[in-house]
């Protein structure tokens, strides 16, 4: 039981102020008094706080007289044990099965999931032995193998309260979770109920968190096959799974020149926010495993002329590394596996997302890092390849999404956690996917700018005044500011693309000199796509399908493979519509 001066220290921090949405979820758990409760609430809405309230007036009623939480990473938990502390309370981030004990000093301890599934009979005798809450954070973790859902199972059962929260969907599988209710929806399948929601299009509306824009870059990708056949493709055209894999992973490719065009862009991004009203901002790479951070990293030192800060997965310090950059004036971060839930670097406003992990986990759990506001008027920045499960996971943002047993076509939701879980193992040597192909390079241009859901700005190349448009924009703006900004910047670009692609001379300026073939493919390219993006705020159709119903009425190869003659085709076929 907790000694006399501690409670009261307790007391103190629970009559902090909370944000509206907590309040609200405070009080209907206060009331119902719940043995199990799941809030959902967005990346960035004050999750940690919650439960410390709550952990706080528990203690300070004597209703619990410990508390566990359980987090899925070590860096987790000492995140927050570090904010436990900030509000009278004391966990031991350090407890260890080992040792099976703590000193009485502490309100609790602060563990993994892996622990837990390691020593659960440990677990469930310190659990009976004290009245002890048990905070469950990113519950669906609980599932992430049979052994640790039976271990938070077994071991947290006699509890006398169970605290479960996330922030990010939940799994794609039928593997229950422990501690969740669900309950039948209209199709007959079984879906998890929470008891309060605060979804990040509520959040934004509050101005709890930021809005987020992303700038999707698209381009020429070419690779060669182990049979000693050459490839190209654009990203963001339609083509096989296997050809978008093979021209993602091109364009990630650091050896190339997509990589280096998308720093050098995210980079003058950074520079124009700290330049603004965020001195301080700050930048995150979030690659697929150490080699290509490493790479990644001397791209950036060499654009910036220093270092930036390298985090990877097996390195023992960190937690400390992470801590010291959120609390430094660093520009970069470079990192593998750390963007897990919570990661909590408040100065992240731009982010570069090189890694070919796919799935709605993990992808809301990466952008999650930049949602966090410290002001209002703050706008987050994302650079990611122009693929479209990407497109459409950033037009989806704002989607509720919820944790369903026996959900029909599973697969074709986009869903893959064990994709998640290949993403966020270590990989330093190839995979067979690696080995099948050579990357030869990939051109970078921006694609299109999404914002609140919809598509804004046409194909623009690196280094020109169409990309600096949307690279200039401030950071500090209302989100009906930037979207009416946005729209502006679109109108003069589409003014600029008809003035360049107006009626030409009826033959050749005297004395000039021929295009070279790849300089005409390029401006043919060029044209095409703006075509394409003009067609596509004309009709709202997403590019790639504009770019197929083309193909299909003028036939020919893909636009990275097709001819002048076959360019010149489409882009009269697209003039005559």
Known sequence: MPRPAETATVTEASRRPLRAWQRRALARYLATAPQD??????????????????????????????VTVVTPTEHLKHQWAAAAAEVGLALDPDFRNSVGATSRDYHGVAVTYAQVAAHPTLHRVRTEGRRTLVVLDEIHHGGDAKSWGEGVREAFTPAVRRLALTGTPF????????????????????????DHFYGYAEALADGVVRPVMFLAYSGEARWRTSAGEEYSARLGEPLTAEHTARAWRTALDPAGEWMPAVLSAADTRLTQLRAGALPDAAGLVIATDHTTARAYAEILGTIMGREPVLVLSDDPAATRRIAAFADSDERWLVAVRMV?????????????YATSAATPLYFAQAVGRFVRCRRPGETATVFLPSVPVLLGLA???????????????????GWDDAVLAQANAQRDEPGEQERAFTALGADAELDQVIYDGASFGTAAFATTEDEQDYLGLPGLLEPDQMRALLRQRQQQQLGRATERSGERPAGPPVQAQSPTVRQRLTELRRELNTLVAMAHHRSDRPHGAIHQEVRTACGGPPTAMATTEDLEKRIAYLRSR
Do not use: M, N, W
Not at 46 to 64: H, I, N, P, Q, S
Not at 171 to 194: H, V
């Open 37 to 66: 409760f799941l809030a959902v609430a967005t990346p960035g809405a004050g999750k940690t706080t919650f439960a410390l309230r709550v952990a706080a007036e528990l203690l300070a009623d004597r209703t619990v007289h410990a």
């Open 171 to 194: 799994r794609s599988d039928d593997t229950p979770i422990p501690f969740i209710s669900y309950e039948p929806d209209s199709a007959g399948a079984l879906r998890s109920a929470a």
């Open 340 to 352: 897990s839930e919570g990661v909590d670097v408040p100065r992240l406003a731009v982010g570069v």
């Open 395 to 413: 037009s989806e943002l704002e989607k509720q999404r919820d944790h369903v047993l026996g959900a029909p076509h599973r697969a074709e939701e």
